[in-house]
T-cell receptor, first 115, second 115 residues
């Protein structure tokens, strides 16, 4: 069965510093991986995805994520954090071997950018 | 293109009542999924509809049901409401579920409070 884990409930980063939000996954086949962001009282917004190809994926708002097959990880990164990046971040995975096409979300990581 | 819309945005109900939430997907999107978001459990998958048929179902009791209309609009219904049903209910659409690489687009959610 597919699963996804976000090991940190909360991450604190000073403004201007690089940030990393961690995500690990477990699938039977090949993973389709996604990152979403949720601002207060809003739905989730799509940031980026990895389907195949280059392990470094670039997305919206300057975010990028690195797919690491050997470590089964898909960490979200940004070189220089902004206060406006403070939000709740979700990693999601779909297993290419899973015929029911279900997408599983992690529990979310709250990112606090300190001014 | 207009985004995913959900109505109502806020709802207060009493235990034992029933509620119907509505979701209109992005034009051209035929797949609609529903999620329940709570602080303790994160984002939990309820069900997915495609072409008026339920494709997938999460682990929720039968009090939770849904349907999809020919114009792809979807409704979910919760009967005999319990206090624990208080949550943000999110709807998400994508063009089709048969290509797992498609990301989902989320609505702003309906905040349901059960008293």
């Amino acid at each position: 069965a597919q699963s996804v884990a976000q090991p940190e409930d909360q991450v604190n980063v000073a403004e201007g510093n690089p940030l990393t939000v961690k995500c690990t996954y477990s699938v039977s086949g090949n993973p389709y991986l996604f990152w979403y962001v949720q601002y207060p009282n809003r739905g989730l917004q799509f940031l980026l995805k990895y389907i195949t190809g280059d392990n470094l994926v670039k997305g919206s708002y300057g975010f990028e994520a690195e797919f690491n097959k050997s470590q089964t990880s898909f960490h979200l990164k940004k070189p220089s954090a902004l206060v406006s990046d403070s939000a709740l971040y979700f990693c999601a995975v779909r297993d290419s071997m899973n015929r029911d096409d279900k997408i599983i979300f992690g529990k979310g990581t709250r990112l606090h950018i300190l001014p | 293109k207009a985004g995913v819309t959900q109505t109502p945005r806020y709802l207060i109900k009493t235990r034992g009542q029933q509620v119907t939430l509505s979701c209109s997907p992005i034009s051209g999107h035929r797949s609609v999924s529903w999620y329940q978001q709570t602080p303790g459990q994160g984002l939990q998958f309820l069900f997915e509809y495609f072409s008026e048929t339920q494709r997938n179902k999460g682990n929720f009791p039968g009090r939770f049901s849904g349907r999809q209309f020919s114009n792809s609009r979807s409704e979910m219904n919760v009967s005999t409401l319990e206090l624990g049903d208080s949550a943000l209910y999110l709807c998400a659409s994508r063009p089709t579920p048969t290509h797992g690489s498609y990301e989902q687009y989320f609505g702003p959610g309906t905040r349901l409070t059960v008293t």
